[in-house]
């Protein structure tokens, strides 16, 4: 990821065996990471269980605050893929009980369908 990305917004793929020794604490046994995204100082990260939302806070980001959504939760999502004159694209996750969906962006160079397979192999 660029660091322009980063300014921006845009979330790039993070390395997997990285982040599942970064947060092996958070992590339940048999739980692995299927896959992972940086946004700056924050991830999320798609597990074969739910979906971890890490959200650094301050300035030092020693606080850090772990939103697990089961993917039972999600209720539906979509995808708007980059156009030729968009510098990204973005997903959006809606969990049940909540009007408002999340929204991440990715930068261009991101495949989102592979973004979304993840989402609909454990969500359908």
Avoid: C
Avoid at 10 to 27: C, M, T, Y
Avoid at 108 to 113: E, W
């Amino acid at each position: 990821m660029g660091i322009f990305d980063g300014f921006i917004g845009n979330a790039s793929e993070a390395d997997i065996n990285e982040v599942q020794e970064e947060f092996s604490a958070v992590l339940a046994p048999s739980e692995h990471v299927e896959k992972a995204y940086r946004l700056v100082r924050d991830l999320f990260i798609f597990t074969n269980k739910r979906l971890i939302l890490v959200d650094k806070q301050g300035i030092t980001g020693k606080k850090v605050e772990y939103h697990s959504i089961p993917y039972k939760n999600i209720t539906h999502f979509s995808i708007e893929t980059a156009g030729s004159f968009d510098l990204e694209a973005e997903l959006k996750i809606w969990i049940s009980g909540s009007d408002e969906p999340i929204e991440k962006q990715f930068n261009k160079n991101l495949n989102i369908y592979e973004v979304q397979s993840v989402l609909a192999e454990y969500v359908l």
